[in-house]
């Protein structure tokens, strides 16, 4: 690999995991149990990366506080009783092994809890390659830069030689309010010509296509 990137940081719904379909709908469930308008697909799908209290709160602004937490209470309901079933993209775990082989620093920034990040590392067994995550209940949720800038203090990589990698427009906008490079996958939460207008470094159909990419330039 010619070295441009030291540090790698991957968001995780949607760019790592096949689970972009579940949450917008477990968000639309949660919304219709708790009495709210029900967001369509597109509406659900792009607060998809935020923390879990802004993408409700951004979904229902005339929400009073504690229909906010009956709507996020629901939806933690729906999607744990069936985040088991979720798959990574192909070719995630053989990729991440080679990346860190190869000497790359990984980390994660997700809009997931660190409840839901944990559990979900566990279960797949990708914990192993990561040596820091961040989680939107102990940041800012994207597109803020915090969780790239602890990511990187922490691990004393500077911005120029990181990348963020993600499947939403938060992802990519907090690249660039973090001075880090972005690189974007069309396989998520968000349609690729939003992602486009955001001018990532790259932009994927696959998982696999991603791969390739890094293959050659990280």
């Not at 800038?149 to 990589?157: F, Q």
């Amino acid at each position: 690999m010619a070295e441009r990137f030291d540090l790698l940081v991957f968001d995780w719904d949607g760019t790592l995991a096949d689970s972009t379909g579940l949450i917008a709908q477990s968000i639309q469930v949660a919304f219709a149990e708790a009495g709210l308008p029900v967001p369509d697909r597109a509406a659900a799908s792009y607060v998809i990366g935020y923390g879990l209290n802004e993408a409700m709160q951004y979904l229902a602004p005339q929400a009073t506080t504690a229909e906010v937490a009956d709507v996020v209470e629901a939806y933690k309901t729906h999607y744990l009783s069936r985040d088991g079933e979720i798959l990574l993209f192909d070719g995630v775990a053989d990729a991440l092994a080679r990346y860190k082989a190869a000497g790359h620093a990984l980390a994660v920034a997700t809009g997931k809890s660190r409840r839901g990040l944990d559990r979900v590392l566990e279960q797949t067994g990708l914990g192993v390659y990561f040596d820091i995550t961040r989680c939107a209940d102990e940041c800012h949720s994207k597109p803020h830069p915090q969780m790239l800038e602890e990511i990187g203090t922490s691990l004393m990589v500077p911005a120029e030689r990181t990348v963020m990698i993600g499947d939403t427009t938060h992802d990519l906008q907090m690249a660039i309010n973090a001075g880090v490079a972005g690189l974007g996958v069309s396989y998520g939460a968000h349609p690729k010509e939003s992602l486009a207008g955001l001018t990532p470094l790259g932009l994927f159909d696959s998982f696999l296509e991603l791969d390739a990419w890094l293959h050659q330039h990280a």
